[in-house]
């Protein structure tokens, strides 16, 4: 009758892969879009040209504007009512 003392609870079971692969995934995840709409729209980037082609009165920029404003409503509804 031999007694462990080391018991299940006392060890330290982790869910996860560590702090940093987290830290690096959210890093990234974050940082992607942050850094494409600095290259898409600002004039760090290419804003001018961006601009030049959604506002230059195309019919294709009216389309990807109502798409974008589609899938921003979308999502909003979805965030409200299905959160």
Known sequence: FGM?????NSKV????CGFL????LCFFVA???CAAS???WSDIGWGE?????????DVIGYAFGC???CIILILYLLDFFWP
Do not use: H, K, S
């Open 67 to 69: 798409g974008a404003v």
């Open 21 to 24: 692969p987290y830290f690096f």
């Open 31 to 33: 940082g992607i879009p």
């Open 4 to 8: 462990d003392l080391e018991t299940e």
């Open 13 to 16: 079971n982790r869910i996860g």
């Open 49 to 57: 040209q961006v601009f030049a082609y959604f506002v230059g009165g």
């Open 38 to 40: 600095l290259l898409l």
